[in-house]
């Protein structure tokens, strides 16, 4: 425990699943929650719910006499607030946490703000199949990583504050760089939505031919080509802020196939189940340890 | 419909998940259901749970006057079993159905049956994420696909009992030939299978150096990696049954990705966004049709 985090005015920029979550997450820890988002409807809700005690689309009248920012809109538009007239909007002291999937951009651009705002690369490896604020859950970051990427713009006690901070939402801090996160990201995430994605681009292609490809898909593919539903652009984001981690792990990727597909067509099936075997194992271990840990 | 189905003396050769849920399924329409199999668990399972009437690791004994015999083992097994004496263990105008995974092997070991034994290829497109006896479900093929696929020992009488007995298991008989079949499981089933378990290589790689890559996989990953988890012999046994159609299908996935990967790397967000639209749209089609469906 890194000790109890309390704010006087917490404002959140985006009003989507994140940021409606950690409102509810963090309601008895802030005095004064601000929703900002440009989204009439969605600014309705999180009122009418109690989430945030007031919301604006104005920027500035937002995070006016904030002590904590939260940054919680897609990546891109995180990176444009930092870049813009945000760091000016601020006061000395405050702290600002993102909730961005990738976090070399963004870590680069709080590097950038003013002397005096701390900063701190955010990344709670949370969500739900459909996002927006009508799926705001306060459960969401309970137990969850909640990693934490220091900027040039971290000074110890931000880094302390913003730990108390994920704490308070029930999340489990794990600080890293930017560059390890987003090359473990790239792997975990990004590469398994590319393979899903390519997955369905694959079998709609067959499907032109014959649709009997849809008619008889089943559990294994539901599983597999789940991701490909993500919304795009959302991940267009992602992964154009992503690029060279995406790519290193793609080539890696390639070459595991390749040896695969070199055994099987070789019609090596006791090389083939020697190399099967260790994945499934792997699978089954880590699949164990993450459902006990939900 | 094609008529009730009835059997005097129904023959299920394999007790695993998908031989006792037929059982359970079948029970009503047959007089007597022997259950075969070599090991003394399942059959044990098999009596005591009233899935069948008597149980033999005997093959002789067990198909010994059966009108209905259903191969319920392993595709390799399945065609060593057609393969070996079970033709002449059978008097005149048995029909012979198999549950295999893929059919071009299937039924071309099926074409090599005495004159007189009726067999027609099948594959129930249904399954459990754990297989064996103990999961066994008479609701498994309920609303399910059960693709069949006519041998050169399938007379036109064999094909409408087959029906009728894909029909009074409740599923959803669909004919087409043993190539097609093949060539649409390679897309829908075996290439999600190789995904997944290269996935799953590729993080365990990773992960030698930063055990970090385990502790931040999530939901995501959960899904895209679910079949690495798969029976490795089992899918070993597919796998070498259907060569061609899988190194087919992984060319086809190999030039999508290429494709993707293209514009990611051009920073080309534009052109990925139109490439992952249609993609997403097509997956949330299947989606919503499937879970219509079950």
Request: glycine share 8%; with cysteine.
């Amino acid at each position: 425990m890194t000790g109890g985090f309390h704010a006087r005015k917490l404002a959140i920029v985006g009003m989507g699943l994140m940021g409606g979550s950690l409102a509810l997450a963090i309601r008895a820890q802030a005095d004064h929650i601000t929703g900002i988002d440009s989204d009439e409807r969605a600014r309705q809700i999180a009122l009418e719910r109690g989430l945030v005690d007031s919301a604006t689309d104005d920027l500035y009248a937002g995070v006016n006499r904030a002590d904590v920012v939260i940054l919680a809109t897609p990546v891109r538009v995180i990176v444009e607030l930092l870049r813009m007239q945000l760091g000016s909007y601020l006061r000395s002291n405050t702290l600002i946490v993102d909730t961005g999937s990738t976090k070399q951009d963004i870590v680069d651009a709080m590097a950038a703000l003013p002397i005096g705002v701390n900063a701190v690369g955010g990344h709670p490896m949370t969500g739900k199949e459909n996002g927006g604020i009508d799926e705001a859950d306060g459960a969401l970051y309970r137990n969850r990583p909640f990693v934490l990427c220091p900027s040039r713009r971290t000074t110890p006690a931000a880094r302390l504050r913003a730990q108390a901070f994920v704490e308070s939402l029930g999340a489990l801090p794990i600080e890293m760089d930017a560059e390890r996160h987003d090359h473990i990201v790239a792997g975990i995430s990004h590469l398994p939505y590319l393979l899903s994605a390519t997955l369905v681009a694959t079998i709609s292609n067959r499907a032109q031919d014959d649709s009997t490809f849809w008619a008889l898909a089943a559990g294994g593919f539901r599983d597999t080509s789940r991701l490909a539903a993500s919304d795009v652009t959302m991940m267009g984001d992602i992964l154009s802020t992503n690029t060279q981690a995406v790519a290193t792990l793609l080539a890696q990727f390639r070459m595991q196939l390749a040896m695969l597909e070199t055994m099987l067509i070789a019609g090596d099936q006791e090389r083939l189940g020697e190399m099967l075997l260790p994945i499934q194992a792997a699978r089954k271990e880590w699949a164990q340890k993450y459902e006990n840990g939900r």
